[in-house]
């Protein structure tokens, strides 16, 4: 293999931004964890392609967001990073806008194709839990609707990455909808919008001149410090609630001993909201807290097992 098919290759991995599917595979394996746990194992298949399209949407999702930002946000946004301002940076000349709408396309083809095959295999209902999820990525950005413009962004990645997965993977494991599955969900929902809200910082300048419209934007950074913080404390509460109400055993309170990551996270950004490279370990460290977050979920609900 040659040094730029190595190098085209490493663009496209990097355009996809693969490795940030933590945020949609880790509440999918938590279903499935607790679903071990009290029903047995679920069907093998059925899991694989429920995995595999909660991964597909997402990248899907995350490659026709830059397709649109391409010559809009991303064009003039001074300060992109490894975490936030599109992946743009990332082509280094290899990778044309054209390509990310390839990608696009492709995602989306490999989630349909998941989905259908598992209609086949009595799950129907999947074609509604993955049109809600497919109609999340594409909406998102797509004009006229861009939803990210209208601030509703934000309110739709909690759904999608929360309480839609979830809820999705128990249908698909047990062929009915559970009001456990969904609210499992929640505190996923809570740290992947922090993601996205403490990423919208740095590319405040950028999203306001282009007209992207998003809550950090209407807010103006010193008041969407307290959106962040309320969003962290979200997802504390809801695993505790969570677990009073016997969603989760008691052992998810585990996930308590994040609150000094927590508490770190939100002084860092309540000093250095306006400055772009003092908010990059948050970002950095909002990413880590989601992953952990979830790990925890899943080994305590695993341990029932």
Same mark, same amino acid.
């Given at each position: 293999?040659?040094?730029?098919?190595?190098?085209?290759?490493?663009?496209?991995?990097?355009?996809?931004?693969?490795?940030?599917?933590?945020?949609?595979?880790?509440?999918?394996?938590?279903?499935?964890?607790?679903?071990?746990?009290?029903?047995?194992?679920?069907?093998?298949?059925?899991?694989?392609?429920?995995?595999?399209?909660?991964?597909?949407?997402?990248?899907?999702?995350?490659?026709?967001? $830059?397709?649109? $930002?391409?010559?809009?946000?991303?064009?003039?946004?001074?300060?992109?990073?490894?975490?936030?301002?599109?992946?743009?940076?990332?082509?280094?000349?290899? /990778?044309?806008?054209?390509?990310?709408?390839?990608?696009?396309?492709?995602?989306?083809?490999?989630?349909?194709?998941?989905?259908?095959?598992?209609?086949?295999?009595?799950?129907?209902?999947?074609? /509604?839990?993955?049109?809600?999820?497919?109609?999340?990525?594409?909406?998102? %950005?797509?004009?006229?609707?861009?939803?990210? %413009?209208?601030?509703?962004?934000?309110?739709?990645?909690?759904?999608?990455?929360?309480?839609?997965?979830?809820?999705?993977?128990?249908?698909?494991?047990?062929?009915?909808?559970?009001?456990?599955?969904?609210?499992?969900?929640?505190?996923?929902?809570?740290?992947?919008?922090?993601?996205?809200?403490?990423?919208?910082?740095? $590319?405040?300048?950028?999203?306001? *001149?282009?007209? *992207?419209?998003?809550?950090?934007?209407?807010?103006?950074?010193?008041?969407?410090?307290?959106?962040?913080?309320?969003?962290?404390?979200?997802?504390?509460?809801?695993?505790?609630?969570?677990?009073?109400?016997?969603?989760?055993? =008691?052992?998810?309170?585990?996930?308590?001993?994040?609150?000094?990551?927590?508490?770190?996270?939100?002084?860092?950004?309540?000093?250095?909201?306006?400055?772009?490279? =003092?908010?990059?370990?948050?970002?950095?460290?909002?990413?880590?807290?989601?992953?952990?977050?979830?790990?925890?979920?899943?080994?305590?609900?695993?341990?029932?097992?």
């Amino acid at each position: 293999m040659t040094g730029k098919s190595l190098s085209r290759g490493g663009a496209l991995f990097a355009g996809s931004r693969f490795p940030f599917s933590t945020a949609s595979v880790l509440p999918g394996l938590l279903a499935l964890a607790w679903h071990w746990a009290h029903f047995g194992a679920p069907p093998l298949v059925h899991s694989v392609l429920a995995l595999g399209g909660i991964l597909w949407l997402h990248l899907g999702a995350n490659t026709l967001n $830059d397709y649109f $930002d391409w010559d809009q946000s991303d064009r003039i946004n001074r300060f992109a990073n490894k975490f936030s301002g599109g992946s743009r940076r990332f082509s280094h000349g290899i /990778l044309s806008r054209q390509a990310f709408l390839f990608m696009a396309i492709a995602f989306f083809s490999l989630a349909l194709a998941s989905g259908v095959v598992l209609i086949f295999l009595d799950r129907p209902m999947v074609l /509604l839990i993955g049109g809600l999820g497919a109609a999340v990525g594409i909406l998102y %950005s797509t004009t006229p609707f861009s939803f990210v %413009s209208r601030g509703l962004g934000e309110l739709l990645i909690f759904f999608a990455f929360g309480p839609l997965i979830t809820w999705g993977m128990g249908y698909v494991f047990s062929a009915s909808f559970s009001w456990e599955y969904f609210l499992m969900g929640i505190p996923n929902g809570f740290a992947v919008t922090a993601i996205l809200w403490i990423n919208e910082f740095p $590319d405040f300048e950028a999203d306001s *001149k282009s007209g *992207k419209r998003n809550l950090v934007v209407r807010l103006g950074l010193k008041n969407a410090r307290v959106g962040y913080i309320l969003l962290i404390l979200g997802f504390f509460l809801s695993v505790v609630t969570l677990s009073i109400m016997g969603v989760f055993p =008691r052992w998810s309170l585990v996930a308590l001993l994040l609150l000094p990551l927590a508490g770190l996270l939100s002084v860092r950004l309540w000093r250095g909201y306006t400055e772009p490279q =003092r908010i990059l370990p948050v970002q950095g460290g909002t990413i880590i807290f989601q992953a952990l977050s979830s790990v925890i979920l899943i080994a305590s609900v695993w341990r029932l097992h």
